[in-house]
């Protein structure tokens, strides 16, 4: 017969005969209302007693409530003392009760024997008594009492919307508009809610958290960078219970296949028809006409400043020496519009933009599927080739200046569409301006989290015939001459680099000095230059100039 008492498990070598098995079982327990009860387990005091004492023990009903201890009485498992006690009891009692006659014990209506008072402690030695006690002071003092939780009072969420829209604030607070929210909420309905059945259980008969609170407290972590105990507050539940919600929602938007508008999606290769209004779309935002025709998206690095991480063994691998601060490099190819079509979390802060581009092994068989024609656009910091097409450095400009500075000109035009890009999302999302003090797993999913919800926001836009894509002012006199461009201009705000310096565009390069050649990823990437040159020959043959007031800004 095995028992079990609070962790301790009991193997009893013998078998009590069923009526008095089910009446001598007593246990001490704790009810609702902090009353001792007793039902049918048997007490260490009777599985201390010699059982031999008593052949036919006599059958006893539960004690007054009065009589009943106010300490539970538990067994530890650890506690080889007392099992050396029940090991003594099982010993000095298994045999004589293998043949015990049951004959004069008279059955009742309800099979619980006759009622006879007997007194479990009465056959104790005094020093079995003094063993007792001492259990029971060492298992009280091991005994943890949980606090009742806390009745959060959740936000009425008509009410909380209904004033920030009133107030105007509504756009504010969760970084889209509400028919935009809406939308997202209509997404992300399923794995936003919570089990009516298990919040009952766990928050003490308080109701469940809705899915439109779980959506505005994530778009919140993420757009405000506010932290969970002050959404906690701000929404009525505990900050255990903030932190889990923002983690359901980090995860429902991550693992999201199903709402287009969320996805990061490279076009087809093989869709010519898509590949070509791609590049018109490109070629509706330079000056150059069709000088670059072809051209698919901008490629360049991204910083997000993270604290040391904790869960990697090799720390300086993260470290930026040009900005001191620990990072991630992070590569990413967008559109015309600003959409992100590739995004990787690719390596470390310390790595260069020519490695992390090395191990983005989509992005590079994409690049290579793609017909000879097309080609994207980056910085120094890349090797050109026939698919990425790189600016002439300061030390290639030496020959033939003129119209490599008109070739890097109109390329520029391109490649600021990027820095456009990470510019919006930081400004958007400003979790991202801050310092990611969560493991490398969280701070990258936060990164891709935010980069999806990014690209939400615009397709939703363009949906409603509401986005309007970022255009580079000209001057009045001449539509071709640009003037320097404001990021202001485009809702992006500057970000502090560190030692008084701000970056315009609201992010950190990864790769801050781009005159300079790249460094190499790999020995079987070598560079090509052939599409580079084509290109300087066209421009060459139809005598392009860049505009004056770009001449007179940056000198010929």
Request: aromatic letters at 10%.
């Given at each position: 017969?095995?028992?079990?008492?609070?962790?301790?498990?009991?193997?009893?070598?013998?078998?009590?005969?069923?009526p008095i098995s089910h009446q001598i079982e007593l246990r001490e327990a704790r009810m609702g209302d902090g009353m001792g009860a007793w039902d049918h387990r048997p007490p260490i005091a009777f599985l201390l007693a010699p059982i031999t004492s008593c052949p036919s023990p006599p059958l006893f009903p539960p004690p007054e409530p009065s009589s009943l201890p106010h300490k539970i009485i538990t067994m530890s498992s650890s506690s080889q003392y007392a099992r050396d006690l029940y090991a003594e009891a099982e010993e000095a009692t298994a045999m004589d009760h293998l043949n015990d006659d049951m004959d004069d014990v008279e059955d009742d209506d309800d099979g619980?024997?006759?009622?006879?008072?007997?007194?479990?402690?009465?056959?104790?030695?005094?020093?079995?008594?003094?063993?007792l006690n001492d259990i029971r002071i060492i298992m009280g003092e091991d005994r943890i009492t949980r606090k009742v939780k806390w009745q959060h009072r959740r936000v009425d969420w008509d009410y909380h919307r209904e004033m920030l829209l009133y107030t105007g604030q509504f756009e504010n607070r969760f970084r889209m508009e509400e028919n935009h929210f809406d939308r997202l909420l209509e997404v992300l309905q399923t794995p936003l809610t919570v089990s009516f059945k298990h919040s009952l259980s766990s928050t003490s008969g308080n109701e469940p958290i809705t899915p439109e609170i779980i959506l505005a407290c994530g778009l919140r972590f993420l757009g405000l960078g506010e932290n969970p105990p002050g959404l906690a507050d701000t929404y009525g539940m505990s900050i255990s219970s903030a932190k889990r919600v923002i983690r359901m929602f980090l995860n429902a938007v991550d693992y999201n296949e199903t709402c287009p508008d969320l996805q990061i999606v490279l076009p087809d290769p093989n869709d010519?028809?898509?590949?070509?209004?791609?590049?018109?779309?490109?070629e509706g935002v330079s000056t150059g006409g069709n000088i670059l025709s072809g051209h698919l998206g901008a490629l360049d690095?991204?910083?997000?400043?993270?604290e040391a991480p904790r869960d990697v063994d090799n720390q300086g691998d993260y470290w930026s020496g040009h900005y001191q601060c620990y990072g991630l490099n992070c590569q990413a190819l967008?559109?015309?519009d600003l959409l992100f079509m590739f995004f990787c979390v690719s390596a470390p802060g310390k790595c260069n933009d020519n490695r992390a581009f090395g191990r983005c092994r989509g992005l590079k068989e994409w690049l290579a599927a793609l017909p000879d024609e097309y080609f994207v656009g980056g910085d120094n910091a890349y090797t050109v080739t026939r698919k990425l097409l790189t600016p002439f450095t300061r030390a290639q400009l030496e020959n033939d200046k003129?119209?490599?500075?008109?070739?890097?000109?109109?390329?520029?035009?391109?490649?600021?569409?990027?820095?456009?890009?990470?510019?919006?999302?930081?400004?958007?999302?400003?979790?991202?301006?801050?310092?990611?003090?969560?493991?490398?797993?969280?701070?990258?999913?936060?990164i891709r989290v935010c980069i999806k919800l990014h690209n939400f926001c615009i397709r939703n836009k363009l949906k409603d015939g509401t986005y309007v894509r970022p255009q580079l002012s000209t001057s009045s006199n001449d539509p071709d001459e640009l003037n320097a461009v404001d990021p202001s201009d485009f809702d992006i705000d500057p970000i502090d680099m560190g030692y008084t310096r701000k970056s315009k565009w609201g992010y950190l390069p990864s790769e801050p000095d781009r005159d300079t050649a790249p460094v190499p990823y790999s020995q079987s990437v070598q560079p090509d230059t052939s599409k580079q040159m084509a290109v300087l020959a066209e421009i060459r043959s139809r005598h392009m100039r860049r505009p004056r007031g770009n001449i007179d800004r940056n000198g010929n």
């Open positions: 017969m095995t028992q079990t008492l609070r962790g301790a498990v009991i193997e009893l070598p013998f078998v009590l005969p069923a619980l024997g006759p009622d006879v008072r007997m007194d479990p402690y009465e056959d104790l030695e005094d020093e079995d008594l003094e063993d010519r028809e898509e590949l070509d209004k791609l590049a018109d779309e490109w690095g991204w910083l997000p400043r993270t967008c559109d015309p003129r119209f490599k500075r008109v070739y890097n000109y109109f390329l520029s035009q391109l490649r600021i569409r990027i820095e456009m890009a990470f510019g919006r999302l930081t400004t958007k999302w400003r979790r991202l301006r801050t310092t990611l003090n969560f493991t490398n797993a969280t701070n990258s999913q936060i």
